[in-house]
Antibody, heavy 121, light 112 residues
Framework: EVQLVESGGGLVQPGESLRLSCAASGFTFSTYAMNWVRQAPGKGLEWVSAITGSGGGTFYADSVKGRFTISRDTSKNTVYLQMNSLRADDTALYYC??????????????WGQGTLVTVSS | DIVMTQTPLSLSVTPGQPASISCKSSQSLLHTDGKTYLFWYLQKPGQSPQLLIYEVSSRFSGVPDRFSGSGSGTDFTLKISRVDTEDVGVYYCMQSIHLPVTFGPGTTVDIK
């Protein structure tokens, strides 16, 4: 059974940093691209970032490019999202999502339950 | 960026009756590999999104056959042949042909 468990969310002040983690199980982690998708309170879904199975390719939404960094550790079956220079409009529930086989981004089949990031002074 | 639009934005359905949601993209989602990268998700209240349909019309594992997807190019439709009470939630279409991946605004389905 595929499981994705996010952690690392919390309340931070504008300008601060946070690192999210997503622990994966139930599939061969290194084979699949992984994504982060966020949902602001009461709003729709916004794709944030993706990383290929090998980790050699990374992709970002313009809204986070230069501030967020996605990475993965195959030995820990974990994908990370390092978030720097956080802003109020980064406040959202952050989901980790796995891609369908053979794709580098998007095309998400399984999603975690999300971790909440709140940026406020 | 590819803009995804959905109509209607809300839908109230009697159980057992059909329902239909339209999704339109600002550019064709047909890739040179022959696949069309249009996906449908359902986010039930208080839950994370779940994949219903991938590549326009393929039902994901475990999805009831009352859900079906159709369309091509820029115009797509999700149909529920007989709505069940467990189908309530927000339905999103998503495109993955070009970065950034973009979602429609969502269609809220509730039961009359």
């Amino acid at each position: 059974e595929v499981q994705l468990v996010e952690s690392g969310g919390g309340l931070v002040q504008p300008g601060e940093s946070l690192r999210l983690s997503c622990a994966a199980s139930g599939f061969t982690f290194s084979t699949y691209a992984m994504n982060w998708v966020r949902q602001a309170p009461g709003k729709g879904l916004e794709w944030v970032s993706a990383i290929t199975g090998s980790g050699g390719g990374t992709f970002y939404a313009d809204s986070v490019k230069g501030r967020f960094t996605i990475s993965r550790d195959t030995s820990k079956n974990t994908v990370y999202l390092q978030m720097n220079s956080l802003r109020a409009d980064d406040t959202a529930l952050y989901y980790c999502a796995k891609s369908l086989p053979g794709y580098s981004y998007g095309k998400n089949d399984y999603w975690g339950q999300g971790t909440l990031v709140t940026v406020s002074s | 960026d590819i803009v995804m639009t959905q109509t209607p934005l809300s839908l109230s359905v009697t159980p057992g009756q059909p329902a239909s949601i339209s999704c339109k993209s600002s550019q064709s989602l047909l890739h040179t590999d022959g696949k069309t990268y249009l996906f449908w998700y359902l986010q039930k209240p208080g839950q994370s999104p779940q994949l219903l349909i991938y590549e326009v019309s393929s039902r994901f594992s475990g999805v009831p056959d009352r859900f079906s997807g159709s369309g091509s190019g820029t115009d797509f439709t999700l149909k529920i042949s007989r709505v069940d009470t467990e189908d309530v939630g927000v339905y999103y279409c998503m495109q993955s042909i070009h970065l950034p991946v973009t979602f429609g605004p969502g269609t809220t389905v509730d039961i009359k």
